[in-house]
């Protein structure tokens, strides 16, 4: 297969051709969906379709079986840190965009104040971090990345980066120093949506970002995440272009896991209303139509979920959750202390979980699930 052709695919798979399959759904193909095995695109979308809503309990049992199948009574622990929240892109619906109007300060960790923060974390059990920047590469390079990557290494297991879409040999760059995994939402495939809401900086090239998973694949990434920002366009022509970007990733980058992610928006700065809404029933749905779609891939759920919710869908298909959140740069120690400083540090969004990782734990303890602090062996590793 040539490099980076899922635009192609995306072609092919354009919004009238997928409202047309909508369309044609009914009983009897949902419920042919649900016994099946191996799901087709088609057999997707007719358990994404609203009138697969009556069947909901019958694809959640189905969702929990086949996630009890595949992975066993576990739940993965991770947590996010946030090395600099400076962003020269305009992405509407986010608090570190550049034109976001929001007065609060901007921050990059130096490498001392990336240990203060590893340590915190450490202490409280942790082995599994995501690093995370904005689209800032002038002033937050690829070298202080994979720097930050190298100082995180010393302390958890594994390292993954959510940052900007880099080049093949800048992914190649952070493999080297052992980065684990690439998290890239692409916010929305839909291509109109996607212009209207990213204004302006490099995110703008809807392109390079929508190839960038398989650059970094390509590079020798072990894990890649992928997601939509559900309530920025239609989630129902969204999950399908997300399933087909999942499916053509583990085709075309097959030393790779691909993860998937499901970030619901919900709180944004004052200037953008969130036009698709995505309810708890319809969040319920696109998890687990998605878990018979993809039976193997691990699926995370973030601190944008309240601690009610999270509870509720562990069993669910997710596989992998967040605890102890801070969306701050510095928040679990340098800028922790928000009362002390008369500007505080921008945080990228609020978040609806604020259980310790301590408490994160207990609750999965008492739904039955034993949390994993960290789920593969640093041998996988090419660098390594
Ligand atoms: S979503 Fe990312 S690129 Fe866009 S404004 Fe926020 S941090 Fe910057």
Redesign the pocket.
């Given at each position: 297969m040539e490099p980076y052709s899922f635009s192609k695919i995306l072609d092919k798979w354009n919004t009238e051709h997928i409202l047309r399959l909508y369309d044609s759904v009914n009983e009897e193909k949902i419920i042919n969906a649900i016994k099946k095995e191996a799901l087709s695109i088609d057999d997707l979308i007719a358990l994404l379709s609203p009138k697969a809503t009556p069947f909901l309990e019958q694809i959640a049992q189905k969702a929990h079986r086949l996630t009890r199948w595949h992975f066993g009574r576990t739940i993965s622990i991770y947590a996010p840190i946030y090395l600099s929240?400076l962003?020269?892109?305009?992405?509407v619906?986010?608090?570190?965009?550049?034109h976001?109007g929001i007065r609060e300060k901007r921050v990059t960790l130096a490498e001392e104040q990336i240990r203060e923060e590893c340590i915190e974390l450490n202490k409280k059990g942790i082995q599994t971090v995501l690093l995370l920047?904005?689209?800032?590469p002038n002033r937050v390079p690829v070298d202080y990345i994979a720097n930050a990557v190298r100082i995180a290494k010393e302390y958890f297991k594994s390292v993954s980066v959510e940052v900007?879409s880099m080049e093949e040999k800048e992914y190649a760059q952070l493999a080297s120093t052992g980065t684990e995994g690439v998290t890239l939402y692409m916010?929305t495939y839909d291509k109109d949506t996607y212009d209207k809401v990213?204004l302006s900086?490099?995110?703008r090239d809807y392109t390079y970002r929508l190839d960038a998973l398989e650059r970094a694949g390509r590079a020798g990434i072990r894990r890649l995440t992928c997601g939509a920002l559900l309530g920025l366009s239609n989630w129902r022509l969204d999950m399908v272009w997300l399933a087909l970007h999942a499916k053509y990733l583990e085709k075309t980058c097959w030393q790779s896991v691909i993860s998937l992610s499901f970030p619901r928006l919900k709180h944004t700065p004052s200037r953008f209303k969130v036009p698709h809404l995505v309810s708890l029933e319809e969040l319920v749905q696109i998890i687990t139509a998605m878990r018979l779609f993809l039976p193997y891939s691990p699926f995370n759920l973030s601190t944008r979920e309240s601690a009610e919710v999270r509870d509720h869908l562990i069993p669910l298909g997710i596989t992998s959750m967040s605890a102890g959140s801070s969306t701050r740069p510095g928040g679990y120690k340098v800028f922790h202390d928000t009362t002390t400083t008369q500007r505080p540090v921008l945080e990228?969004f609020e978040i609806d979980d604020h259980r310790t990782v301590e408490e994160v734990v207990q609750a999965i303890k008492q739904k039955g699930y034993d949390p994993v602090w960290v789920d593969f062996e640093p041998g996988f590793i090419k660098s390594l």
């Open positions: 929240n962003c020269a892109s305009d992405c619906y986010c608090y570190f965009a550049s976001s920047t904005g689209d800032a900007y916010e990213h900086g490099k995110k990228q």
